[in-house]
Every structure is written in C-alpha cells, then in structure tokens.
C-alpha cells in the first residue's frame, strides 16, 4: 500500500460556472476557500499550481439533457458513462440494470480488492436502516458501492468517537431529540474526516447539502450550506497530513444558478489540494475520477 491517503468529498448538486449576480458563490461567505483559491469558488478562478488544481470537467457525459443524481453519481462512483449505457440521464437513485456493475466496480470495490483500505465516512443511524426495510427510500449509488466492497457503515457510536460525519456535516438537521448525540462544527467534521485518512488510504464523504439547498429544500439557506462545506474543507486541511490529499467533486451543476429551475449542464469543480494533486491534471470528466484514486491509492504489483 502507498504511503498516503485520498479524502474524497462529494458535494452533491455544484457547477463551476462564471462568476456574477445569478452564481451565489461568487458572494457566498467561504474564507477558506477565498484565500486557498484568490477568490470564490467560480470558474475564472480555475489553476494548477504543485499543490492546488482547481478544474472544470463535464459531467453531461455526452448525453442530451439535465445531468442527473443517479447516472452522475454511478459515473463518478464506477468509472463508466451511466447515462450512455442508461440511454438517458437518470435522477435520485442508479438504474436498475446498472447496480450490479456499480456493486462490482465501484470506486471501494477496487481498492479493497487491490489491498488498500477505505472507508465509507457518513453516519448512518437507526433510523436510515428502518426506513430502508420500509421502503421508504432507495439504496443511493454510494450505498450500493459500499455495500458491494462490504465496507462496514457507520454508526451513532462511531460518532461519539469522532470517527463518522452526518451528511449534513453538523448533525443539526439530522440528530434526533431521542439520541444524546450532539452536533458538532463544521471544521470538527473535516478534523474527524482528516483523522480517518491515518488508518484508511481512501476516506469517502458525501453530503446533499448543497443540491437540497439549491433546490430550496432545507431550513437552512444557500449561504449558510455553503458556509458549512467552506469549514469541512477548512478542518480537513488543517488536520490531514503532508503526504494525503484532499479531492472535491460533484455529480452535476444545480446550486450555482439561482435561475435555473433544476439541474445545470455547467461543468462541476474539481478541486484537488495536496501531495498527489499532479495525478488529477488530466482529469476531464467524472468518469476519470475513479479511476485516477485507484491508481493513487493501490500499490502496483510489483
């Protein structure tokens, strides 16, 4: 196994789009990100540097119409281009027909399978589970390529041991009265995230977040989502080591058009800050992405 490890965040629902009146992070509160990159989080502001590269790749996969959740996040999670095997860009949750592929080669799959470890970050409690047996909800891509690579999920005592993030990176929309569990800061969250990376060459974070806000589905704001991911992505570097790197991604463009009705076809971030930042370079769509973490992450056969 190398000596490094990737911390994956997967901010659902943001493009990377020209800054300006209708893109809510050309203004959005995020110090962090302001100072790391010289400015918001907008696509004039794209750079490589030896241990910064912020991009624009595609994630319209060729494929007429909105970007979507399920064929966007199969794509990014499996490597394959979901919407053409799909026919059409699918939303909320992976084609039937491409769960098994996504089980099989997922982005966990091949790493466990190439001797390196990873781990699935998000906290998953009780209530998760009850409402899957309901069928109250869908297994998302995430889950299914999770459980594919039998990765263990994380639970409330993970939590009180500082070792799983709620999706919504504080637990304040999440965390039950019933449960003594209390939510934390975002820079707490990125700090837990960074601490995982020691035991674990991939550490996986996703949140919907900012594709809830953008879609006016929360209690929270645009701007106060936004100030969470910029105090994750705050916490995370100030905690990860020197030789680990931290990759930001999205699934599709939503949140960075207050005019849009739904989804974008604008470009998502790609945002790599660290020791193996030079490896994403080349990446130009979603579809490299997994590809490129397991190279980084599994050690060649020697």
């Given at each position: 196994m190398r000596d490094m490890s990737i911390i994956f965040l997967f901010i659902d629902g943001v493009g990377l789009a020209a800054a300006g009146a209708d893109n809510p992070l050309t203004t959005a509160p995020m110090p962090l990100l302001q100072q790391l990159l010289g400015g918001p989080l907008v696509h004039e502001h794209t750079q490589r540097h030896e241990r910064l590269l912020l991009a624009a790749i595609d994630a319209t996969l060729g494929v007429d119409g909105l970007p979507q959740s399920g064929t966007g996040q199969t794509a990014l999670l499996a490597g394959v281009n979901a919407a053409v095997l799909h026919g059409r860009h699918q939303p909320h949750f992976p084609p039937t027909a491409l769960r098994p592929l996504l089980a099989q080669r997922s982005i966990f799959r091949r790493v466990v399978d190439g001797g390196a470890?990873?781990?699935?970050?998000?906290?998953?409690g009780a209530r998760y589970w009850e409402a899957l047996a309901a069928r109250r909800i869908r297994r998302s891509a995430s889950v299914i390529a999770a459980e594919g690579a039998g990765l263990r999920f994380r639970d409330e005592h993970?939590?009180?041991a500082g070792m799983a993030v709620p999706w919504d990176i504080t637990g304040d929309l999440t965390l039950t009265r019933s449960t003594p569990l209390l939510p934390i800061e975002p820079p707490t969250a990125g700090a837990w995230l960074a601490r995982l990376a020691v035991d674990h060459e991939l550490v996986f974070f996703e949140?919907?977040?900012t594709d809830l806000a953008g879609h006016g589905r929360l209690s929270i704001d645009t701007?106060?989502?936004?100030?969470?991911?910029?105090?994750?992505?705050?916490?995370?570097l100030a905690t990860m080591q020197p030789h680990d790197t931290l990759l930001l991604t999205?699934?599709?463009?939503n949140l960075e058009s207050i005019s849009a009705p739904a989804h974008t076809r604008n470009p998502v971030p790609l945002l790599v800050v660290g020791a193996d930042t030079d490896r994403f370079a080349h990446?130009?769509?979603?579809?490299?992405?997994?590809?490129?973490?397991?190279?980084?992450v599994v050690a060649p056969v020697a």
């Amino acid at each position: 196994m190398r000596d490094m490890s990737i911390i994956f965040l997967f901010i659902d629902g943001v493009g990377l789009a020209a800054a300006g009146a209708d893109n809510p992070l050309t203004t959005a509160p995020m110090p962090l990100l302001q100072q790391l990159l010289g400015g918001p989080l907008v696509h004039e502001h794209t750079q490589r540097h030896e241990r910064l590269l912020l991009a624009a790749i595609d994630a319209t996969l060729g494929v007429d119409g909105l970007p979507q959740s399920g064929t966007g996040q199969t794509a990014l999670l499996a490597g394959v281009n979901a919407a053409v095997l799909h026919g059409r860009h699918q939303p909320h949750f992976p084609p039937t027909a491409l769960r098994p592929l996504l089980a099989q080669r997922s982005i966990f799959r091949r790493v466990v399978d190439g001797g390196a470890r990873a781990t699935f970050a998000n906290l998953f409690g009780a209530r998760y589970w009850e409402a899957l047996a309901a069928r109250r909800i869908r297994r998302s891509a995430s889950v299914i390529a999770a459980e594919g690579a039998g990765l263990r999920f994380r639970d409330e005592h993970d939590y009180a041991a500082g070792m799983a993030v709620p999706w919504d990176i504080t637990g304040d929309l999440t965390l039950t009265r019933s449960t003594p569990l209390l939510p934390i800061e975002p820079p707490t969250a990125g700090a837990w995230l960074a601490r995982l990376a020691v035991d674990h060459e991939l550490v996986f974070f996703e949140t919907f977040l900012t594709d809830l806000a953008g879609h006016g589905r929360l209690s929270i704001d645009t701007a106060a989502a936004l100030v969470r991911i910029d105090g994750l992505i705050g916490g995370v570097l100030a905690t990860m080591q020197p030789h680990d790197t931290l990759l930001l991604t999205s699934d599709h463009g939503n949140l960075e058009s207050i005019s849009a009705p739904a989804h974008t076809r604008n470009p998502v971030p790609l945002l790599v800050v660290g020791a193996d930042t030079d490896r994403f370079a080349h990446v130009a769509s979603i579809i490299d992405i997994a590809d490129v973490v397991v190279a980084a992450v599994v050690a060649p056969v020697a």
